[in-house]
């Protein structure tokens, strides 16, 4: 027995080592070429697979390969990474070498084209998990960033072959990838003028010594770094108007936060719109002057600073560049000119001039405007006592019904309006801050008059609908306003007269097709807006019966079909109310129920032929 043993150790001992032809002999999935050419191609086989020592079937199976065996800083530097902790967790997918690398035995090197890691690779190589929605959803990730890195200017760059653009290992690292929050990280807030000082050193270098690097070596978190006026991902060109880094300074500059906290003036951006400059500039005048054209871009120095390009000893030359030839005076006064200031003696004189001229105004257009009130209301008096109007248009009721509409319309619509455009003229002329500091906020005030107008005019149409139903004066109105097919006549018949000046207009009943049109309307609106309305009342109440999503829907509606009713009361109701030629100034009827004789016939003549014939007709 010990015999075999012996020659059995000793052939073990005088055997030569496995060679890589030894391997692909079985392994012929891969080939000597392959293999050859990639970065473990001058190894053997068995300097990875160290456990394995003969050829043929291995049994017990050879362990996994450490890539650490070779590579201990880069797995060390992973073990730290976002990558491995996804791995370790479980919850999410995390990249491990082979992901980024390729498979181990066709890994090829760096400065390879076709590699993987090849620099101008590497977007695609990360996109193949941070592109796909499936992998880094469980991570909670967006696959945005990828998608707008493409997008940008250094996707752009890298894709059409640039080696000096930023791709993303730049700003993350290769192997340890740290989140934002690491203070280690490349991408933490105060680490990120140094990650993208590595590509633009001389800029980094003014951005350090400027206002805004020097507050974020403070430690200021409002400061603003690169990825605040450039874009973290979505890095847009600097001349982009709106998406680039010129269009950034509003981001922060309106905001009051720095006035109270850091004491920086909070109307710079609104005194630069106002001025000849950002109006020309919203004009879409691109040589126009920004905030960065005096300020600087990346060096931007407190005006005290001699070396600022707006200290008063260099606004000559600032104002120069785009100037030319300008003196001392045209660089005196204020940029950002606020109104009714009187820090200085030109921002009295001119505060001065406004108040004198706002007065003046005030005084000779209030005169005008009384004077042709006056001359208006007496007009309006004498047309309204015309002998002529005789023909009782609407009873007592009906206008009543009518005045309750208008009151409870006109509220709904300037309190709804209120809500919607809270900042509006409208809003703050009825729902007013100095208005509500006696009864709480406005928002209650206008919350409270718009649910008791439309209180009011759900009233009132239950009360319209008995009127119509339970009333001889009712019934014979729903009967004249009935839409019939002859209304559609009517109106192809008066379009051809005005358009095509034919002799004769078509005659008209009690109610025309446009009369008819807008009383339906209005009616479908009514039904529309109280049932809108109240959804979004109790809201609580009907999202138990209906998903959350169905009050947005009635809100969407609310909103449109108020702007609907408001501009055909405007456009359509009030011309033929008020600035029809043939009412001007205004048709009393609503008011007391009467119109002319004259303007009855001709608008209504068939309701008057038709008196005419009765035994015991209204007065024609």
């Known amino acids: ?73 880069e797995t060390e530097g992973w073990n730290h990474s976002l990558h491995a902790a996804a791995l370790k967790s479980g919850t999410a997918h995390g990249a491990r070498c082979t992901d980024c690398h390729g498979p181990a035995h066709e890994i090829l090197p760096s400065s390879d084209p076709k590699s993987r890691t090849f620099r101008t690779a590497i977007p695609a190589t990360c996109s193949r998990c941070h592109a796909q929605k499936f992998v880094v959803a469980r991570a909670g990730l967006s696959t945005q960033p990828a998608i707008a890195y493409q997008q940008s200017v250094h996707g752009r760059a890298t894709a059409r072959g640039s080696m000096k653009a930023a791709v993303c290992t730049d700003c993350h690292d290769s192997h340890l990838v740290r989140p934002g929050s690491d203070p280690q990280s490349g991408i933490f807030k105060f680490n990120v003028a140094r990650t993208c000082g590595k590509c633009h050193p001389a800029i980094a270098a003014q951005f350090d010594d400027g206002v805004h690097g020097k507050a974020l070596a403070r430690g200021n978190w409002s400061s603003p770094t690169c990825t605040d006026c450039h874009g973290i991902h979505a890095i847009s060109p600097a001349a982009d108007p709106v998406r680039g880094p010129r269009g950034s300074c509003v981001h922060c500059h309106q905001a009051v936060r720095l006035t109270e906290e850091f004491g920086v003036p909070a109307n710079r951006v609104s005194t630069y719109e106002s001025s000849y400059h950002g109006l020309a500039s919203q004009m879409g005048l691109r040589s126009a002057a920004d905030c960065s054209s005096c300020h600087g871009a990346h060096d931007v120095l ?14 000559v030359k600032t104002c120069g560049k785009c100037h030319p030839g300008v003196q001392a005076n045209f660089a005196r006064g204020n940029v950002h000119f606020v109104e009714g200031a009187v ?61 309750v509409l208008f009151t409870s319309f006109t509220v709904l619509v300037i309190s709804g309006f209120a809500l919607a455009w809270p900042d509006s003229l409208l809003a703050k002329l009825f729902f007013g801050d100095l208005r509500m500091q006696m009864v709480g906020s406005s928002e209650l005030v206008r919350r409270i008059v718009h649910r008791a107008a439309a209180v009011v005019i759900i009233v009132l149409g239950f009360y319209h609908a008995g009127y119509l139903a339970f009333t001889a004066e009712g019934r014979k109105m729903l009967r004249d306003i009935w839409l019939r097919f002859s209304d559609g006549y009517d109106l192809l018949a008066l379009l051809r007269h005005y358009l095509f000046r034919t002799p004769k207009s078509p005659e008209f009943g009690r109610f025309s097709y446009a009369e008819k049109a807008e009383y339906w309307a209005g009616m479908w609106g009514t039904i529309v807006m109280a049932v809108t309305g109240m959804a979004i009342w109790l809201a609580k109440t009907v999202a138990v019966w209906v998903p959350r999503w169905w009050i947005t829907i009635a809100t969407t509606i609310h909103y449109y079909e108020a702007i609907l009713a408001t501009l055909a009361i405007l456009i359509w109701h009030f011309y033929h109310v008020i600035f029809d030629p043939d009412v001007y100034p205004m048709n009393f009827a609503w008011l007391d129920g009467k119109m002319k004789k004259k303007l009855y016939l001709e608008e209504h003549g068939l309701e008057a032929k038709e008196d005419a014939e009765k035994p015991t007709g209204k007065e024609s």
């Open 302 to 315: 407190p005006s005290s600073d001699p070396r600022s390009a707006v200290n008063k000893n260099n606004l």
């Open 343 to 403: 820090t200085d003696l030109p921002s009295r004189i001119n505060t001065w001039i406004a108040r004198i001229y706002i007065l003046l105004i005030t005084l000779t257009i209030g005169f005008m405007f009384l004077h042709n009130l006056l001359v208006w209301w007496r007009k309006t008096q004498d047309h309204r006592r015309d002998p002529d109007r005789t023909v009782q248009r609407m009873s007592l009721n009906q206008r009543i019904q009518h005045m």
């Open 1 to 73: 027995m010990i015999v075999p043993i012996l020659l059995f150790a000793a052939a073990v001992a005088t055997a030569q080592p496995l060679s890589n032809s030894d391997c692909l002999a079985c392994h012929d999935t891969l080939s000597e070429k392959t293999f050859g050419g990639s970065v473990h191609g001058p190894l053997q086989c068995t300097d990875c697979h160290a456990d394995i020592t003969a050829a043929g079937p291995h049994d017990p199976a050879p362990k996994a390969v450490d890539c650490a065996t070779c590579h201990g800083d």
